[in-house]
């Protein structure tokens, strides 16, 4: 296990460089920069070039590429032109607030899909099955930003059960429970529609792995043997279709750290998302290149995680 996990590490650095190559081309194929996405008709032309050269945006491609890859390998992302401040300290920042809604959506869908899948395959063709897969293909079909915004006037606005946006009440200043409950209230509904959104799909990747296992032998020989169907259902055949769904878990890091920008530009919440967002319409290189790195490193690792939990949970599966 040792081995194959350092020999995989290794097989990364290729590939990272690989992906350094490619979106440090496309950032410099994307018209303007972030002294003319900030420009107004009243700055001059040596203005700019001094500007340029002020934020090293003047130098040649290869040179460039270079130094932020140097600078990368030794863990400094460079400064956020945007922020003023170093890339790590922008992510750190943000990352956080996004990682909140994204892991209370994730637990919250992999346990609702996990039982919407077992008993929608258990009474496969049901009344159940049919309402269970109908509420599938309707949170999958709408887009987030529907579902948001809908949610929004209902509960927010028409109910006002939930507040509208942000992370906390302007001017509250609260701090221990009390903040808490703030923030509980504000990630309500974002979390919502993440939970909404990831138990559609995963509900029907449950439910197709639990009719494959449920139809093996070792299934009618444990009912045969006079077993409880409960023991049978969430002892025996949930193990076992639990098992490639394990693969799964390591692609979720990536989505973990990556804020939802749509939903975060939606309830105003200030995570990593929405932050990469502005990045974009700013042209800020730098932090666009560092997270885009971030995001790409823990997509290999979280691979790479799978892999082995993967293994370590199927022992017949050899990692070589």
Request: hydrophobic share 50%; proline share 3%.
């Given at each position: 296990m040792k081995q194959y996990i350092f020999r995989r590490l290794l097989q990364m650095i290729p590939t990272l460089i690989g992906i350094t190559i490619i979106v440090f081309a496309i950032s410099r194929m994307v018209p303007g920069d972030y002294i003319t996405a900030k420009a107004s008709p009243n700055m001059t032309a040596e203005k700019e070039a001094q500007l340029r050269e002020i934020?090293?945006?003047?130098?040649?491609?290869?040179?460039?590429?270079?130094?932020?890859?140097?600078?990368?390998?030794?863990?400094?992302?460079?400064?956020?032109?945007?922020?003023?401040?170093?890339?790590?300290?922008?992510?750190?920042?943000?990352?956080?607030?996004?990682?909140?809604?994204?892991?209370?959506?994730l637990v919250l869908s992999w346990i609702i899909a996990i039982f919407a899948g077992v008993f929608s395959a258990k009474f496969q063709h049901s009344l159940l099955d049919k309402i269970i897969t109908l509420l599938i293909f309707i949170s999958m079909s709408l887009p987030s930003f529907?579902?948001?915004?809908?949610?929004?006037?209902?509960?927010?606005?028409?109910?006002?059960i939930t507040p509208v946006g942000g992370m906390t009440t302007a001017g509250l200043g609260a701090t221990g429970w009390e903040y808490i409950v703030?923030?509980?209230?504000?990630?309500?509904?974002?979390?919502?529609?993440?939970?909404?959104?990831?138990?559609?799909?995963?509900?029907?990747?449950?439910?197709s792995s639990m009719l494959e296992v449920i139809r093996q032998d070792y299934i009618r020989t444990a009912r045969a043997k006079g077993l409880k169907e409960r023991t049978v259902i969430f002892k025996h055949a949930l193990r076992n279709a639990m098992i490639p769904a394990i693969t799964l878990l390591g692609f979720e890091l990536p989505a973990l750290f990556g804020g939802a920008i749509i939903l975060e530009k939606v309830f105003i919440w200030p995570g990593i998302g929405q932050v990469y967002l502005g990045s974009i319409s700013m042209r800020d290189y730098p932090f666009m290149l560092g997270f885009t790195i971030f995001l790409a490193v823990l997509t290999l690792l979280g691979n790479l995680l799978s892999d082995v939990l993967y293994g370590v949970a199927d022992p017949r599966i050899r990692l070589k």
């Open positions: 934020y090293g945006l003047d130098k040649p491609v290869a040179k460039a590429y270079i130094d932020w890859v140097g600078n990368m390998a030794i863990g400094d992302m460079g400064d956020s032109l945007q922020h003023k401040k170093p890339v790590t300290k922008v992510i750190n920042t943000y990352v956080w607030n996004s990682v909140v809604i994204a892991f209370t959506s529907f579902i948001g915004l809908l949610l929004i006037l209902i509960v927010s606005l028409n109910l006002g703030d923030v509980g209230k504000h990630m309500l509904l974002p979390t919502l529609v993440l939970t909404m959104i990831s138990t559609g799909s995963l509900t029907r990747y449950f439910r």
